[in-house]
C-alpha cells in the first residue's frame, strides 16, 4: 500500500501539473468505488478548478476553489497516473480525469481504492480520524505519542492513523530497525531516550523516502508512472533470511498487528 512517502511523492507532483487547472472531462470506465457514483460524480466535478493537491496521512486531497474535494484512497494497488491525451485505457483503468492541457488515469488493479467527492463539512469530519503528521512536528512531540497505552506494541501504535498518519508496514518496520527497537516491545517498556530515538528515526526515514521518491516494493508507481528507488535502501523490510546491512545477521520476519514485520534481532532490542 502506498504510505505517506509515496502519497506525497504523488501529490507533489499532481499538484505541479495541475494546479490552477480545471476539470474539463471524467470519463468512468469502472463504477463502483467513488461517491457518488457515476453521472452524478461526472456532473459534480465538470468545470472545477483544482486549487491544489495535497496529501493527509495516505490521502491524496484535490482541493477545489469553491472550498470541495475529491479525496482519494489508493489502498493496495491504487494509482494516479498523468498520461497522454491520445491515452487507450487498460483493464484496471477505473476513472480518466481531461484536467486542462493534462490527462490523468486513476487505476487499481484490486479494487479496494476509493474516491470520495466531499464538501466543506465532510472534509472537516474525515480530518479529524487521523493523528497527526509525523513530519510538522518536533521530534519530542513525536516520542510523546508513544507512552500509552503501556501495552500496546510498538509496531500497532505506528500502524494506528488514530496516533499518527501515514505511516505503514515498511515505513513502520524501517523505522524501528534505525531506532533499534524491536517491534513486538510494549510502550510501556519504552524508555525516554528509546522514544526520542524512534521519533528521530521516522523523520529520517520519511525524508529520505520522499527525495527517492518512495518505495516500489509491488506494484507503486508515482505520477509520472516511474518507481520509487528507496526500495535499494531497504534495510529490513522485505529481507526475510538475508543479512543484515549493519550487523550480518539474518532478518527475521513475524507477524505483528497481523502485518508481516521484519527486523533484525541482534540490533533490535
Not at 502519497?7 to 495541475?18: A, G, S, Y
Not at 500496546?152 to 496516533?163: H, P, T
Not at 497481523?258 to 534481532?265: A, F, I, S
Request: hydrophobic share 35%; glycine share 6%.
Amino acid at each position: 500500500m502506498p504510505e505517506l512517502p509515496e502519497v506525497e511523492t504523488i501529490c507533489r507532483q499532481l499538484n505541479d501539473k495541475l494546479k490552477g487547472h480545471v476539470i474539463e472531462c471524467v470519463t468512468i470506465l469502472q463504477s463502483g468505488r467513488e461517491k457518488p457514483a457515476g453521472q452524478k460524480l461526472i456532473d459534480i466535478l465538470r468545470r472545477k478548478k483544482i486549487e491544489s493537491v495535497k496529501r493527509r496521512a495516505k490521502l491524496i486531497v484535490w482541493h477545489f476553489s469553491d472550498g470541495t474535494a475529491l479525496v482519494t484512497h489508493l489502498k493496495m494497488t491504487g494509482s494516479q497516473i498523468l498520461v497522454d491525451k491520445k491515452y487507450i485505457p487498460k483493464k484496471h483503468d477505473r476513472m480518466v480525469f481531461e484536467i486542462g492541457p493534462h490527462c490523468l488515469v486513476w487505476a487499481d488493479i484490486r479494487k479496494f481504492g476509493h474516491i470520495n467527492y466531499l464538501d466543506s463539512k465532510e472534509f472537516a469530519d474525515l480530518l479529524v480520524k487521523y493523528g497527526p503528521e509525523p513530519l510538522t512536528l518536533k521530534p519530542e512531540e513525536i516520542a510523546k505519542l508513544f507512552i500509552k497505552p503501556k501495552t500496546r506494541n510498538i509496531k500497532s501504535a505506528l500502524l494506528n492513523q488514530q496516533v499518527i498518519a501515514g505511516i505503514g508496514n515498511i515505513y513502520a518496520d524501517e523505522s524501528l530497525f534505525r531506532a533499534g527497537i524491536k517491534p513486538t516491545r510494549r510502550l510501556g517498556s519504552l524508555s525516554a531516550q528509546d522514544r526520542m530515538n524512534l521519533a528521530k528515526a521516522i523523520q529520517e526515514v520519511l525524508k529520505e523516502a520522499i527525495k527517492y521518491k518512495g518505495t516500489s516494493a509491488q506494484n507503486y508507481y508515482d505520477a509520472n508512472g516511474q518507481k520509487g528507488s528507496f526500495v535499494q535502501r531497504l534495510n529490513v523490510y522485505g529481507r526475510k533470511n538475508q543479512p543484515c546491512k549493519k550487523c550480518g545477521a539474518p532478518i527475521t520476519r513475524i507477524v505483528v498487528a497481523q502485518r508481516g514485520t521484519h527486523y533484525c534481532p541482534k540490533c533490535q532490542k
